[in-house]
T-cell receptor, first 110, second 116 residues
């Protein structure tokens, strides 16, 4: 089962771009990389998913290098409302489990 | 609104008791996942059901059990409750089994269980 490692916390200011990197050295061939966002006392919410290279949607970008041993979630121009815990998940392959790591607490300040 | 409904929202019960948490997945979703989130342990995967069958198991205690019914709703039963079982319990659902690219799960608002 692929284990993920993320920074425990990050600080940023409004309007800045934030990049959160996740390490997943043991990622399997069939595994996808998925990021979720969680606000206090709420269930996690899907942000973005990718397999390789770069994926972009209306809220974020996901960069995945060729070896897929890491990934970077990029949040453009964060606002106070982006303060949350961000989880990187690696799975959906043979394990069929959606396992959450410890997550990264992003604190956005004015 | 994710489309996943969990009841009750809050539950306070005494040690040694048994409770049942209920989850209704999004319309059309066949997989249901259960997670426990406490302050010191993060979001722990408990168990997954797909179309009525157990699909994957995490660190679920023997005192806990779950099932998914023919109408696809699921129940998580917690028995012989201990103080340490106090946590937020989340249910999530997804369309498929959670394999391949099917890693988008939709979470309910959770049930906050307090054991006193």
């Amino acid at each position: 089962l692929a284990k993920t490692t993320q920074p425990i916390s990050m600080d940023s200011y409004e309007g800045q771009e934030v990049n959160i990197t996740c390490s997943h050295n043991n990622i399997a061939t069939n595994d996808y990389i998925t990021w979720y966002q969680q606000f206090p006392s709420q269930g996690p919410r899907f942000i973005i998913q990718g397999y390789k290279t770069k994926v972009t949607n209306e809220v974020a970008s996901l960069f995945i290098p060729a070896d897929r041993k890491s990934s970077t979630l990029s949040l453009p121009r964060v606002s106070l409302s982006d303060t949350a815990v961000y989880y990187c998940l690696v799975g959906g392959g043979a394990t069929n489990k959606l396992i959450f790591g410890t997550g990264t607490l992003l604190a956005v300040q004015p | 609104d994710s489309g996943v409904t969990q009841t009750p929202k809050h539950l306070i019960t005494a040690t040694g008791q048994r409770v049942t948490l209920r989850c209704s997945p999004r319309s059309g979703d066949l997989s249901v996942y259960w997670y426990q989130q406490s302050l010191d342990q993060g979001l722990q995967f408990l168990i997954q059901y797909y179309n009525g069958e157990e699909r994957a198991k995490g660190n679920i205690l023997e005192r806990f059990s779950a099932q998914q019914f023919p109408d696809l709703h699921s129940e998580l039963n917690l028995s012989s409750l201990e103080l340490g079982d106090s946590a937020l319990y989340f249910c999530a659902s997804s369309v498929g089994v959670g394999a391949g690219s099917d890693t988008e799960a939709f979470f309910g608002q959770g049930t906050r269980l307090t054991v006193v």
